[in-house]
């Protein structure tokens, strides 16, 4: 085999990791979420002392819907709920692992209900 064909043998390989089914993709997204946000927002999502939870009633998905994650990732957050300063930017997510994050963290906060706000 020559080494274009094991490319692109890899390739496709990572093209059928991004399918859309329910559970794969909360399953990547609990593994992105530990990368990319568990270091302010905690890895079990109750925060740190660099951000807040994301089980606060704040990140309900009718109060910040999937496009406020989506943003909040792309463009980063201005401080405006919390004292914890302004969220940067986070870079290096494709489209398919931002919304494995958001399918992690909509499926947490439907299993470990909501926190009152304020705290
Ligand atoms: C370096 C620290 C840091 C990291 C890393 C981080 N955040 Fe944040 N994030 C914050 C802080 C601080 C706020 C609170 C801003 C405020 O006062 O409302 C915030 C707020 C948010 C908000 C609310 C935005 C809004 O419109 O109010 C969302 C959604 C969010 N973060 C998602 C994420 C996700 C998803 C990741 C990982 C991809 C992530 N954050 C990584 C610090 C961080």
């Known amino acids: 085999m020559t080494a274009a064909a094991v490319t692109a043998?890899?390739?496709?390989?990572?093209?059928?990791?991004?399918?859309?089914?329910?559970?794969?993709?909360?399953?990547?997204?609990?593994?992105l979420y530990a990368s990319s946000c568990a270091s302010c927002h905690g890895s079990d999502l109750r925060g740190t002392d660099e951000g807040p939870s994301h089980l606060s009633i704040v990140y309900e998905p009718n109060h910040h819907g999937d496009d406020s994650f989506r943003s909040a990732i792309r463009n980063g957050a201005g401080q405006h709920h919390w004292n914890f300063g302004d969220m940067e930017p986070i870079d290096g997510l494709d489209d398919t692992e931002i919304d494995?994050?958001?399918?992690?963290?909509?499926?947490?906060q439907e299993r470990e209900g909501f926190e009152s706000y304020p705290p």
């Open 9 to 31: 043998g890899l390739v496709a390989a990572c093209g059928g990791a991004g399918s859309p089914e329910h559970s794969a993709a909360s399953q990547d997204g609990s593994a």
């Open 100 to 108: 494995a994050i958001i399918a992690f963290v909509r499926s947490e």
